[in-house]
């Protein structure tokens, strides 16, 4: 049994429990979003980088991946994209003698809100073998100690290269270049554990592993499905786009357990209306999902499509479309006939009426969008439950048309864009034989380690170098614990990043951490400032500037670090120009417009306003680069989870007031919660079948099969209104109870949605 020392300092006197909203964003929120800014940065450093947001000359918000309009507002920003900025651009800093006044054993009693509240990280640190303190340590001999490690190796797969995906494209580019010229396809990514299912649902069905729209198609809906996502927290300004689609008529529906509250109202910020007014409607419907049961509801769905067109011959279906790129209806259709509406019932916890009226708005609607996130790539079924949404897509026709199209909204600002780079286990031929023409060696074929399978080749002692580009992988992996214990079988652990975390905490025998310019920080080189780029979920790339000077002298930029690591590593192995790299980024961006398609003109493109928009198959040209050329509509069985007697289905999820493993705040606005986290929602119809209450405290457990109970002690229980049988808790403190083998079939990525847990009333 594991207890709570990996979720250190998560005691919460004063918690309070209030009512949940219905309405988000609105005066409240910008106001909120200002305040700690201007508390901490003071007014000139505040307008400077709070004008400079997502501005054609400023820089990417590294919130999340929602994409830019065209036209900008002055302030184009969300409240939490403001406390993203806000948590970067501080000018607090970690002093040198935090150092010496702080042991590891120390720090590991620490919140990760107290980690992060430290201030930024401006100097290179060393923990020697056998030490419990980190030291200062010049770069040079930073960079010493990792490459002596690295070239010991017996196997260049012995180390692993995480990237977070906060990182820009340029440095993804020279990273992976590095892992792969020093012999590695291990470079499992945070995209491993997030929209890893949507990759792979997509790529086989419509041969591409991304969005098929752009931004102005949410304008020209008629009809909008969100899909496991909170907007109103996690993407704020895409309730901006669905407002828009509103006004022109569109329809929007919610799918999801809980009702989010930018889902149901939103005041918008920008508009003098939304500060006053009760703000606009936004889902005309909202499904209350059971965990899980996505793949249920689309299937019915298109059941349903095809009988409207059996009905009605001629009418329903997009024939024309289906014939000339699709493959697999007929399979499809023998296929769905026989899904029966008792299990999608059961699945879905929804009416029939619910469903035949979704069924109903769809073939109504000749332009459709489905959007999502975590609530369905987080699944055990998430794979099947994506190609289910794309064949529903597909019979309508509605890929490569205005105003429809697959929309998976990412996370990271630049998860993308890493991808797009080379940053996956498993890169294509194609982009390794480029690699290859371009730098004249041969990368590594076998496919590497995935975020999990890095855990497991750490456990297994295969792995000796964890080295991170930025995020919090321990906290963020499932079974903390588990996780925690891996790591510190490491021989040498290497994070790069501009704040502390746990996983600064949690190390091998020997450990570094390598401070690193922000984004909101001008980055000078000899070749003078540079910018980076970055790509949206909608394929825009476009370039971000830094706005403020840098906290501290003597930081690093992540390509610098990269760039100087390789060297001292690889010397001068294929005579690739990493000093050249690091002057200029141009040189990089050089090199990816040969490497990468799409980017050809690469330097040119970039510094056009705005930035330009990647081909996409699907999008512009109904081409589908699957394995047959065509849209694939598949046949997947049937997978919902039953839920055991006397167990709940726990989501893991995020507050209004974290960005992942940062927690800006302890508070979760919309939802009602003060000062405290340690909080699990139960439908109140559940908690009176287990005869527990509201307010009381139980240990959350969480069961694997025959392995050893995983413990998340003394919750509080607060009465919510989610789905029958979903309760929902706080990740990453609830990551303690996702079992390291709970992963979505043919994605590996864990299942942080849908934990089986049992409560047990605690003592008081
Ligand atoms: N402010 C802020 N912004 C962020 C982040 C952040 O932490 N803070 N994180 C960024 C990242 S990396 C990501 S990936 C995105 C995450 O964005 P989201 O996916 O919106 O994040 P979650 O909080 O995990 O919310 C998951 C949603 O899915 C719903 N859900 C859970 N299970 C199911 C299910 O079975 N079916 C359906 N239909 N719905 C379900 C939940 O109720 C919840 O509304 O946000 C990005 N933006
Ligand atoms: N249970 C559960 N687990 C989950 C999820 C869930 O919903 N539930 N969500 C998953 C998802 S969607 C994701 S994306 C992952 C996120 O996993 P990660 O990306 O690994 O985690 P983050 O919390 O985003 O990383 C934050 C850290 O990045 C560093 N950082 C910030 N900015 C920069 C920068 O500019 N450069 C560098 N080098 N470092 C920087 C800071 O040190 C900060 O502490 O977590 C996953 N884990
Ligand atoms: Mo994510």
């Not at 109202?265 to 939304?274: D, F, I, L, V, W």
């Not at 006053?276 to 965990?291: E, V």
């Not at 990089?588 to 799409?598: A, E, Q, T, Y």
């Not at 009381?696 to 919510?720: A, F, G, K, T």
Request: overall charge negative; aromatic content about 8%.
């Amino acid at each position: 049994m594991h207890d709570r020392d990996v979720n250190p300092g998560t005691d919460y006197p004063d918690l309070q429990v209030g009512r949940n909203k219905d309405w988000a964003v609105g005066v409240p929120a910008i106001l909120h979003s200002m305040e700690p800014a201007i508390a901490e940065m003071g007014p000139l450093r505040t307008a400077k980088l709070m004008t400079a947001i997502n501005q054609k000359n400023g820089f990417d918000c590294m919130s999340c991946a929602w994409p830019d309009p065209g036209e900008r507002n002055l302030l184009e920003f969300c409240e939490n994209g403001a406390k993203a900025v806000t948590w970067e651009a501080t000018p607090v800093t970690v002093p040198t003698s935090f150092w010496a006044e702080n042991s590891l054993t120390s720090l590991l009693d620490k919140s990760e809100y107290w980690l992060g509240m430290q201030g930024r990280l401006v100097e290179p640190v060393y923990k020697q073998a056998g030490s419990d303190h980190y030291e200062p340590i010049g770069w040079d001999r930073a960079f010493t100690v990792i490459a002596d490690r690295l070239t010991s190796l017996d196997s260049p797969d012995r180390a692993a290269f995480y990237t977070s995906g906060r990182t820009a494209n340029e440095t993804a580019f020279v990273y992976q270049l590095f892992a792969r010229a020093f012999g590695t396809n291990n470079l499992p990514d945070c995209s491993n554990m997030c929209h890893e299912s949507t990759g792979t649902a997509l790529s086989e069905t419509i041969g591409i592993g991304k969005s098929t729209i752009a931004y102005d198609d949410f304008g020209k809906a008629e009809l909008i499905i969100v899909m496991g996502q909170n907007p109103g927290t996690n993407h704020p300004r895409m309730l901006t786009a669905l407002e828009e689609a509103k006004r022109n008529g569109a329809t929007i529906v919610a799918v999801n357990p809980l009702p989010e509250a930018g889902l149901i109202r939103y005041k918008n910020p920008q508009k003098a209306r939304g500060i006053i007014g009760k703000g606009t409607q936004i889902a005309d419907h909202f499904f209350q999902i059971r965990s899980g049961g996505d793949m249920a509801l689309l299937q019915a769905v298109s059941k349903r499509v095809l009988q409207a067109e059996d009905r009605a011959p001629g009418t329903v279906l997009d024939n024309e479309f289906l014939a000339e790129h699709t493959l697999g209806l007929e399979a499809f259709r023998e296929h769905i006939a026989a899904l029966d509406d008792a299990t999608v019932l059961e699945a879905t916890g929804l009416t029939l009426d619910q469903v035949d009226l979704l069924a109903d708005l769809y073939v109504r609607s000749d332009r459709t969008i489905i959007t999502w996130a975590m609530g369905l790539t987080q699944q055990k079924n998430a794979v099947a439950t994506l190609k289910e949404l794309i064949t529903l897509l597909l019979l309508r026709g509605n890929i490569g048309k205005p105003g429809a199209g697959a929309s998976p909204i990412r996370g990271h600002s630049n998860v993308q864009g890493d991808r797009t780079m080379g940053i996956w286990e498993r890169m294509p031929d194609s982009f390794l034989d480029a690699v290859q023409r371009e730098f004249g060696f041969d990368p590594p074929r076998t496919h590497g380690f995935d975020s999990l399978q890095t855990i497991t080749g750490l456990q297994r002692g295969e792995i000796d170098v964890f080295f991170a580009m930025g995020g919090n992988f321990v906290a963020a992996i499932s079974d903390t614990a588990a996780a925690e214990a891996a790591m510190r079988g490491a021989g040498l652990t290497v994070q790069v990043s501009t704040k502390l975390n746990r996983s600064h905490v949690v190390t091998g025998e020997e450990a570094l951490i390598l401070p690193t310019l922000g984004r909101t920080e001008v980055d000078l080189q000899k070749g003078g400032p540079q910018f980076l780029s970055v790509e949206d979920s909608v394929c825009a790339v476009h370039a971000t500037h830094g706005a403020v000077p840098p906290v501290a002298p003597g930081l690093l930029s992540e390509v610098a670090i990269v760039c100087r690591l390789a060297r001292a590593t690889l010397g001068d192995r294929y005579g690739i120009d990493w000093a050249g790299f690091e002057d200029e980024y141009d040189v990089i961006r050089d090199h990816i417009s040969r490497v990468v398609p799409g980017f050809e003109a690469f330097n040119a493109d970039v510094r056009r306003k705005g930035g330009f928009v990647l081909p996409n198959g699907p999008r512009d040209a109904r081409r589908f680069d699957t394995a047959t050329g065509k849209a694939m509509i598949t046949v997947n069985e049937l997978e919902h989870l039953e839920r055991p007697e006397g167990r709940l289905i726990l989501q893991t999820l995020r507050s209004h007031d974290q960005f992942n493993t940062t927690i800006y705040s302890l508070n979760d606005r919309y939802r009602g919660i003060t000062k405290g986290r340690d909080v699990i929602f139960v439908n109140p119809d559940d908690l009176a079948e287990l005869r527990l209450a509201d307010g009381q405290r139980v240990n959350v457990i969480s069961e694997w099969h025959d392995e050893p109970d995983r413990v998340l002690p003394n919750y509080r229980i607060v009465s919510y209104p989610t789905a029958r049988g979903c309760a929902a808790a706080y990740y990453p403190e609830a990551n303690v109870l996702v079992p390291l083998k709970s992963a979505a079939t043919g994605s590996n990525t864990p299942v942080s949605k849908a934990v089986i847990v049992r409560l047990e009333a605690v003592e008081q």
